[in-house]
């Protein structure tokens, strides 16, 4: 063969490389956008496993703060039943201790739910963080392959 002609045979493939080279160092970024974007989702459904969960704890404690203002109303009318003078007074009052009484089983039985919506939104928040540690567990290692690439890319541009 030509010695000209085996020269440019050579800087072909050596042109050919060059472009393959160029081509996957030109991927690397969106190769690392991916994972980030893997790992921002996963991070995504944590906090909102931990806001939901944060939620419910607050709404509970709302209705425990209610529960307690309601028992205290109970008490000022157990209270000014010793004090009415006249049936009627005393049969409406009655029917106001009720009306307390019904509103805070109905808050009891709201504090319930949201104690087993807590329960069952701790459950998820521990599987959330399990599925993130080991997504950023895997983003890291993928990083470091991708930088590991670029290196010997570069190196052999």
Known sequence: MNPD???LVRLHHAETELKRVEAEL??????KRAIDERLNGERARLDAAKAALDASQKARKQ????VQD???KRSKY??????VKTNKEYT???HEIEGVERDIRGREDLI???MEKAEALAAT?????VDFKAVEAEARKSHAELDLATAKLQASA
């Open 26 to 31: 030109a991927e690397l970024p969106a190769k």
């Open 125 to 129: 928040v521990k599987s959330e963080e």
């Open 63 to 66: 209705n425990e703060a209610a």
């Open 5 to 7: 002609l085996e020269k």
């Open 112 to 114: 319930l739910e949201e």
């Open 92 to 94: 409406a009052l009655l």
């Open 78 to 83: 157990k209270g000014q039943l010793m004090e």
């Open 70 to 72: 309601l028992e205290t």
